[in-house]
């Protein structure tokens, strides 16, 4: 007869975040991994391990959801997770975002024709964003009183027609720009969080899955914006290729058949290899091999 409580422990519920961080999230979790796989008409991503269960919601609710044991452990921004209030144990901090590997921005944003210069100026001014609370918070914390408004969406467009102001969150401001607003302050810096429910970590099963899961996205994470090189080196020429090498490195180093030879072997930042090949290559090295990596585990 099958334990279902035994079974339910075994098996780990995760919220990932549906919408603008859907793709970056499940292409993280794909060079950590974890291969989900999802159509456009299903909440329920599937993948091949019968011990995870994935659903697909919005970030804005992950948070709430993680800390009522619905899900065991969640994907989401710090901004929502402190607007929500949510008691949630913080994992690892994953930065990434939907276009870049920088953290997200909310900002107080006024039209460039508005004579608002600073957030002392939005003094009985009217607000629109999503983050309600945290906006609130923040003019309070500051004495300044004006009226917030929840926004649906397209917060965008409401200035200056329906409002004086909105705070809406930002990568790098080229939507903002887009539509002739201009920042005046920054709220928050937001990044992407795993987080936990406390008791979901007191589970032996549960918690060992939790730490290999933050564990191989931390490596994912490691991994942008680097790639490995390979080279055979004559041996006279090793110190030359050594000193083209960004410092701080330990290449490995192998001897090749016959000792006249040596294999190099190092990890480097993707945006240096165009001036290094060159480099290398004149410095003696032959044979250099550049591949991509999913993950670097320190």
Same mark, same amino acid.
């Given at each position: 007869?099958?334990?279902?409580?035994?079974?339910?422990?075994?098996?780990?519920?995760?919220?990932?975040?549906?919408?603008?961080?859907?793709?970056?999230?499940?292409?993280?979790?794909?060079?950590?991994?974890?291969?989900?796989?999802?159509?456009?008409?299903?909440?329920?991503?599937?993948?091949?391990?019968?011990?995870?269960?994935?659903?697909?919601?919005?970030?804005?609710?992950?948070?709430?959801?993680?800390?009522?044991?619905?899900?065991?452990?969640?994907?989401?921004?710090?901004?929502?997770?402190?607007?929500?209030?949510?008691?949630?144990?913080?994992?690892?901090?994953?930065?990434?975002?939907? =276009?870049?590997? *920088? %953290?997200?921005?909310?900002?107080?944003?006024?039209? #460039?024709?508005?004579? /608002?210069?600073? $957030?002392? &100026?939005?003094?009985?001014?009217?607000?629109?964003?999503?983050?309600?609370?945290?906006?609130?918070?923040?003019?309070?914390?500051?004495?300044?009183?004006?009226?917030?408004?929840?926004?649906?969406?397209?917060?965008?467009?409401?200035?200056?027609?329906?409002?004086?102001?909105?705070?809406?969150?930002?990568?790098?401001?080229?939507?903002?720009?887009?539509?002739?607003?201009?920042?005046?302050?920054?709220?928050?810096?937001?990044?992407?969080?795993?987080?936990?429910?406390?008791?979901?970590?007191?589970?032996?099963?549960?918690?060992?899955?939790?730490?290999?899961?933050?564990?191989?996205?931390?490596?994912?994470?490691?991994?942008?914006?680097?790639?490995?090189?390979?080279?055979?080196?004559?041996?006279?020429?090793?110190?030359?290729?050594?000193?083209?090498?960004? =410092?701080?490195? *330990? %290449?490995?180093?192998?001897?090749?058949?016959?000792? #006249?030879?040596?294999? /190099?072997?190092? $990890?480097? &930042?993707?945006?240096?290899?165009?001036?290094?090949?060159?480099?290398?290559?004149?410095?003696?090295?032959?044979?250099?091999?550049?591949?991509?990596?999913?993950?670097?585990?320190?």
């Amino acid at each position: 007869m099958v334990d279902l409580k035994e079974l339910d422990q075994r098996i780990l519920k995760i919220g990932l975040p549906k919408g603008s961080l859907q793709d970056a999230t499940l292409r993280l979790l794909a060079k950590a991994g974890f291969h989900f796989s999802t159509s456009q008409r299903s909440y329920f991503p599937s993948i091949d391990d019968d011990e995870i269960q994935a659903i697909l919601i919005r970030a804005q609710e992950i948070a709430r959801y993680v800390q009522d044991g619905i899900f065991d452990i969640g994907l989401t921004g710090r901004d929502w997770i402190l607007e929500t209030r949510a008691d949630v144990v913080e994992i690892c901090e994953l930065t990434y975002a939907k =276009s870049t590997m *920088r %953290p997200v921005r909310w900002v107080f944003a006024v039209p #460039d024709s508005s004579p /608002v210069q600073s $957030i002392a &100026d939005l003094q009985d001014k009217r607000i629109a964003t999503e983050l309600v609370n945290l906006t609130n918070d923040y003019l309070q914390k500051h004495g300044i009183k004006a009226e917030v408004e929840f926004s649906w969406g397209a917060t965008e467009v409401k200035a200056p027609t329906l409002v004086d102001a909105i705070v809406d969150v930002t990568e790098t401001g080229s939507s903002l720009r887009a539509n002739n607003l201009r920042i005046i302050e920054t709220l928050l810096e937001s990044q992407t969080l795993l987080i936990a429910n406390a008791s979901s970590l007191k589970i032996d099963s549960k918690r060992q899955k939790i730490e290999n899961l933050k564990m191989l996205l931390q490596g994912a994470i490691m991994a942008e914006g680097k790639v490995g090189l390979k080279m055979n080196v004559p041996r006279e020429r090793l110190d030359d290729v050594i000193g083209q090498l960004p =410092s701080m490195k *330990r %290449p490995t180093i192998s001897p090749l058949y016959g000792n #006249d030879w040596a294999a /190099v072997e190092t $990890i480097i &930042d993707e945006k240096i290899v165009r001036t290094l090949i060159p480099a290398l290559k004149r410095a003696g090295a032959e044979d250099i091999i550049e591949y991509p990596l999913n993950k670097v585990i320190y």
